[in-house]
């Protein structure tokens, strides 16, 4: 069994900044990847920021330049640091992670629960 856990959402007013958790825990032998993705209301949802081995990032053109991820691989937990909010980020926002289950030594893809993000205007 693997889990992701999803901290840091809330609300902030535009310009504003928050810092997202994901830690995943459970039967995990190894972590391909890691990333955040949102889903606004009434839309499908987007990728926002993914990291491969520890550094290789990227971004949603929306938010290049005002997001970041960063991973602590031994603590299986990424981070997404999000400054100069807009009220157009407004979604709630859902780790993933391509987990290798050490039991089964199998892939798959896993999900948070999501976390709400609302910026004000």
Do not use: H
């Amino acid at each position: 069994q693997v889990r992701l856990v999803e901290s840091g959402g809330g609300l902030v007013q535009a310009g504003g900044s928050l810092r997202l958790s994901c830690a995943a825990s459970g039967s995990i032998f190894s972590i391909n990847a890691m990333g955040w993705y949102r889903q606004a209301p009434g839309k499908q949802r987007e990728l926002v920021a993914a990291i491969t081995g520890g550094d290789n990032t990227n971004y949603a053109d929306s938010v290049k330049g005002r997001f970041t991820i960063s991973s602590d691989n031994a603590k299986n937990t990424v981070y997404l640091q999000m400054n100069s909010l807009k009220p157009e980020d407004t979604a709630v926002y859902y780790c993933t992670a391509s987990i290798r289950n050490s039991g089964s030594r199998s892939w798959g893809n896993y999900w948070g629960q999501g976390t709400q993000v609302t910026v004000s205007s």
